[in-house]
């Protein structure tokens, strides 16, 4: 039987999280508590039961009149509903269209559960699953209502510990399935990207900055940065390690018990023993390096058992280990390095590009306002010594557009209306953003 907290988890398949379906948020509420009930162990799927009463507390629904009405219908409808899947297989990419759900069962007089049954196609994106997925605690989505916040969640989550992750925006529209509701990109930033944005933000434990990159005029990409969001940490949480990272752990020990069954060490005592007298990180790093002495030196060690027992007992490797363990703290520090300085380049960069698109939007207003003959030439007059007067009066008898004329211009504009962090951006920068000053 699962555990109660193990019934906080939802754990998928990065292809699941990554694929295309349409749910509406009941439909999502259905999944999500039915993810919860599938016990690590498991198989194969069961029929799962879902309390309306559990329903209504996590989803804080108690005021719910209609809510086992709204759960019944949400599996109906679910049951209808088919995901696209994109996978990997020894064939080649292959794509999977399959509906999520296969049985529903009420009683017939009573409101208090329904039972429902997974389609076994999702055995593999939802069973057994010891890489490539996507574990999180089901409270960070209980309190959102946008499916489409709960999705880009999960898309997030995946890349948290990356720092950012970029969509081309029409790629992103495809996974939510809402490219024909937006076509603009502009509502669809309203209406999804901005409400995802406040809904991370007040309910979950990551929130998100991003960058719009576009190609000539239109936004081709956006590219999200990721944060941890401290705010929202609930005091549990900040005092225990959370319910995924045991459950990881727990997964990874049971599958280093059978690595080392497998090498002749059988004995449950001793294996317990062994993990409870050294940390994992130490099983790993010295099965690795007993590995690679017995390859290389094949036919030398007649008992593999005994001397993998004594190497990690005895830390036959620790040195070695100790030296990995540096190269690897040190090639960490400076991809965080680089990290940081990419991360604060584009920062630069966007800022940079905002300040002179608003620039030339207030010089373009203070020529529609001030610029007149008069004014032109008042500025042609106080140029008259400069080396380049001759040619922009040369351009200008001549019809020819002057750079060099709509550079005085703006200079003079700049200087008499606007202030000097408007004008200038490496004031404006300095004034606003000082930790981005090179």
Same mark, same amino acid.
């Given at each position: 039987?699962?555990?109660?907290?193990?019934?906080?988890?939802?754990?998928?398949?990065?292809?699941?999280?990554?694929?295309?379906?349409?749910?509406?948020?009941?439909?999502?509420?259905?999944?999500?508590?039915?993810?919860?009930?599938?016990?690590?162990?498991?198989?194969?799927?069961?029929?799962?039961?879902?309390?309306?009463?559990?329903?209504?507390?996590?989803?804080?629904?108690?005021?719910?009149?209609?809510?086992?009405?709204?759960?019944?219908?949400?599996?109906?409808?679910?049951?209808?509903?088919?995901?696209?899947?994109?996978?990997?297989?020894?064939?080649?990419?292959?794509?999977?269209?399959?509906?999520?759900?296969?049985?529903?069962?009420?009683?017939?007089?009573?409101?208090?559960?329904?039972?429902?049954?997974?389609?076994?196609?999702?055995?593999?994106?939802?069973?057994?699953?010891?890489?490539?997925?996507?574990?999180?605690?089901?409270?960070?989505?209980?309190?959102?209502?946008?499916?489409?916040?709960?999705?880009?969640?999960?898309?997030?989550?995946?890349?948290? %510990?990356?720092?950012?992750?970029? !969509?081309?925006?029409?790629? $992103? #529209?495809? *996974?939510?399935?809402?490219? =024909? +509701?937006?076509?603009?990109?502009?509502?669809?930033?309203?209406?999804?990207?901005?409400?995802?944005?406040?809904?991370?933000?007040?309910?979950?434990?990551?929130?998100?900055?991003?960058?719009?990159?576009?190609?000539?005029?239109?936004?081709?990409?956006?590219?999200?940065?990721?944060?941890?969001?401290?705010?929202?940490?609930?005091?549990?949480?900040?005092?225990?390690?959370?319910?995924?990272?045991?459950?990881?752990?727990?997964?990874?020990?049971?599958?280093?018990?059978?690595?080392?069954?497998?090498?002749?060490?059988?004995?449950? %005592?001793?294996?317990?023993?062994? !993990?409870?007298?050294?940390? $994992? #990180?130490? *099983?790993?790093?010295?099965? =690795? +390096?007993?590995?690679?002495?017995?390859?290389?030196?094949?036919?030398?060690?007649?008992?593999?058992?005994?001397?993998?027992?004594?190497?990690?007992?005895?830390?036959?490797?620790?040195?070695?280990?100790?030296?990995?363990?540096?190269?690897?703290?040190?090639?960490?520090?400076?991809?965080?390095?680089?990290?940081?300085?990419?991360?604060?380049?584009?920062?630069?960069?966007?800022?940079?590009?905002?300040?002179?698109?608003?620039?030339?939007?207030?010089?373009?207003?203070?020529?529609?306002?001030?610029?007149?003959?008069?004014?032109?030439?008042?500025?042609?007059?106080?140029?008259?010594?400069?080396?380049?007067?001759?040619?922009?009066?040369?351009?200008?008898?001549?019809?020819?557009?002057?750079?060099?004329?709509?550079?005085?211009?703006?200079?003079?504009?700049?200087?008499?209306?606007?202030?000097?962090?408007?004008?200038?951006?490496?004031?404006?920068?300095?004034?606003?953003?000082?930790?981005?000053?090179?």
């Amino acid at each position: 039987m699962a555990s109660k907290d193990s019934n906080k988890l939802i754990k998928k398949a990065n292809e699941l999280v990554e694929s295309r379906y349409k749910f509406d948020i009941w439909e999502t509420r259905v999944f999500a508590k039915m993810i919860t009930l599938i016990n690590k162990d498991d198989e194969d799927f069961k029929t799962y039961r879902i309390y309306i009463k559990e329903i209504q507390d996590d989803f804080q629904l108690s005021k719910n009149k209609d809510a086992y009405k709204r759960l019944k219908d949400g599996a109906r409808r679910l049951m209808r509903r088919i995901v696209k899947i994109t996978y990997n297989t020894d064939e080649g990419e292959k794509v999977l269209e399959t509906p999520v759900i296969i049985g529903l069962e009420t009683l017939v007089a009573g409101k208090s559960f329904i039972d429902v049954s997974f389609h076994p196609n999702m055995k593999p994106f939802l069973l057994q699953l010891k890489s490539q997925f996507l574990m999180y605690d089901i409270r960070n989505i209980l309190k959102i209502s946008s499916v489409h916040s709960v999705r880009i969640y999960e898309l997030l989550k995946q890349y948290e %510990k990356i720092g950012f992750r970029t !969509f081309l925006v029409e790629e $992103l #529209k495809d *996974i939510l399935q809402v490219s =024909e +509701k937006y076509p603009l990109y502009a509502n669809f930033k309203q209406r999804i990207i901005k409400k995802a944005q406040k809904d991370l933000e007040k309910y979950t434990d990551i929130s998100f900055t991003y960058e719009e990159i576009k190609k000539v005029r239109s936004v081709e990409k956006i590219k999200f940065f990721i944060h941890k969001n401290i705010d929202k940490e609930s005091s549990s949480t900040k005092q225990e390690t959370s319910l995924a990272e045991v459950s990881s752990v727990i997964d990874e020990e049971d599958d280093w018990k059978n690595k080392l069954r497998e090498e002749g060490i059988k004995d449950d %005592k001793v294996l317990d023993a062994l !993990f409870k007298a050294h940390a $994992l #990180k130490h *099983i790993q790093a010295t099965f =690795e +390096k007993c590995q690679k002495h017995f390859n290389k030196n094949k036919g030398s060690v007649n008992n593999k058992a005994g001397y993998l027992l004594n190497a990690i007992n005895k830390g036959y490797y620790n040195s070695e280990i100790v030296e990995d363990d540096r190269k690897i703290e040190q090639e960490k520090k400076r991809k965080e390095r680089e990290r940081l300085r990419l991360e604060r380049e584009n920062q630069y960069n966007t800022i940079k590009t905002g300040f002179y698109k608003a620039y030339t939007v207030k010089l373009g207003e203070l020529k529609v306002k001030y610029l007149d003959e008069s004014l032109l030439e008042k500025i042609l007059d106080e140029k008259k010594s400069t080396p380049f007067y001759q040619m922009v009066q040369t351009s200008i008898q001549n019809n020819e557009n002057s750079k060099m004329l709509d550079a005085w211009v703006n200079d003079f504009l700049a200087e008499k209306y606007l202030t000097e962090e408007e004008a200038n951006f490496d004031l404006y920068l300095k004034k606003y953003h000082p930790d981005l000053m090179r």
